[in-house]
């Protein structure tokens, strides 16, 4: 299974970007899907999952209402919308994937090399 993340990148706080990560290797579609990142000088924090139909959605309380994760399984494609970026939310961001609902936001299998997102105050 392989992950790809894309659309990391620098932007000013309160602007948006769109990370992109595409999936190969396996049924996308029966996999849970997320997102999980590792900030400056911190350790990997679980940021968001999906499920596999797309219609649950979870996200850690610091970004409830600024990020959207969804998912295309005709695309093999999932997606982390990002709104109103703070400063704090500058680090690497990884895509994750796992058949094992338990397994996405704790110890996933599968993992992206990581994108970079930097929000400049």
């Known amino acids: 299974v392989q992950l790809v993340e894309s659309g990391g990148g620098l932007v000013q706080a309160g602007g948006s970007l769109r990370l992109s990560c595409t999936v190969s290797?396996?049924?996308?579609?029966?996999?849970?899907v997320g997102w999980f990142y590792r900030a400056p000088g911190k350790g990997l924090e679980w940021v968001s999952d999906?499920?596999?139909?797309?219609?649950?959605?979870y996200y850690t309380d610091s970004v409830k209402g600024r990020f959207t994760i969804s998912r295309d399984n005709a695309k093999s494609t999932v997606y982390l919308q990002m709104n109103s970026l703070k400063p704090e939310d500058t680090a690497v961001y990884y895509c994750?994937?796992?058949?094992?609902?338990?397994?996405?936001?704790?110890?996933?299998?599968?993992w992206g090399p990581g994108t970079q997102v930097t929000v400049s105050s």
């Open positions: 290797g396996c049924t996308f579609r029966h996999y849970h």
């Open positions: 999906i499920d596999t139909l797309g219609t649950s959605t």
């Open positions: 994750v994937a796992d058949p094992n609902w338990e397994h996405v936001r704790l110890t996933p299998n599968y």
